[in-house]
T-cell receptor, first 115, second 110 residues
Framework: GAGVSQTPSNKVTEKGKYVELRCDPISGHTALYWYRQSLGQGPEFLIYFQGTGAADDSGLPNDRFFAVRPEGSVSTLKIQRTERGDSAVYLC?????????????FGEGSRLTVL | KQEVTQIPAALSVPEGENLVLNCSFTDSAIYNLQWFRQDPGKGLTSLLLIQSSQREQTSGRLNASLDKSSGRSTLYIAASQPGDSATYLCAVRNTDKLIFGTGTRLQVFP
């Protein structure tokens, strides 16, 4: 596609439920990133994929969070047993290559609200 | 640990003014620095990317400079317009990920 696509754009769920957020990167981009943005803050890094593998997952806050990219394109961020503190905008970005020099392009984000 | 600070946190100016937004970072060993624009409820739009070997980049009315040794970047907006109203985020990369500041919220009024 022309840009990074994220679905759903909005998700409201109840505490304790399971949530999946999807990211479709720019075609041909090998690097994919997930970030989380709370109100009034800058985005915070969660996880980085190079191809199919998670090259850096140091930003995942705990083991309730997990992400996959099985075919090296679309990625899914999975959150188990959601808590109210998980409410935020989850942003996905892609880059033509990893390794530090590439420009990142972001999607519109998925706004998660946990009641 | 890399930390990024943006000053001012908010700015309100009349249309037509030239503006300077500041970004500072603690670890000067960066690959690059990227400036983004974020409209309310929207994602991030990349404005300018400056590689570590570069001193500045220009796009239209925007000019970004980078002084890696002092850990500073500035975003210069010429002849501001109401359509420039948004939050501007600075992000630096010295590993495989971008580290963001908290942004400058800009309002340009007619």
């Amino acid at each position: 596609g022309a840009g990074v696509s994220q679905t759903p754009s909005n998700k409201v769920t109840e505490k304790g439920k399971y949530v999946e957020l999807r990211c479709d990167p720019i075609s041909g981009h090998t690097a994919l990133y997930w970030y989380r943005q709370s109100l009034g803050q800058g985005p915070e890094f969660l996880i980085y994929f190079q191809g199919t593998g998670a090259a850096d997952d140091s930003g995942l806050p705990n083991d309730r969070f997990f992400a996959v990219r099985p075919e090296g394109s679309v990625s899914t961020l999975k959150i188990q047993r959601t808590e109210r503190g998980d409410s935020a905008v989850y942003l996905c970005a892609s880059s033509r290559e990893g390794g530090g020099t590439g420009e990142l392009f972001f999607g519109e984000g998925s706004r998660l609200t946990v009641l | 640990k890399q930390e990024v600070t943006q000053i001012p946190a908010a700015l309100s100016v009349p249309e037509g003014e030239n503006l300077v937004l500041n970004c500072s970072f603690t670890d000067s060993a960066i690959y690059n620095l990227q400036w983004f624009r974020q409209d309310p409820g929207k994602g991030l739009t990349s404005l300018l990317l400056i590689q570590s070997s570069q001193r500045e980049q220009t796009s239209g009315r925007l000019n970004a400079s980078l002084d890696k040794s002092s850990g500073r970047s500035t975003l210069y907006i010429a002849a501001s317009q109401p359509g420039d109203s948004a939050t501007y985020l600075c992000a630096v990369r010295n590993t495989d990920k971008l580290i963001f500041g908290t942004g400058t919220r800009l309002q340009v009024f007619p």
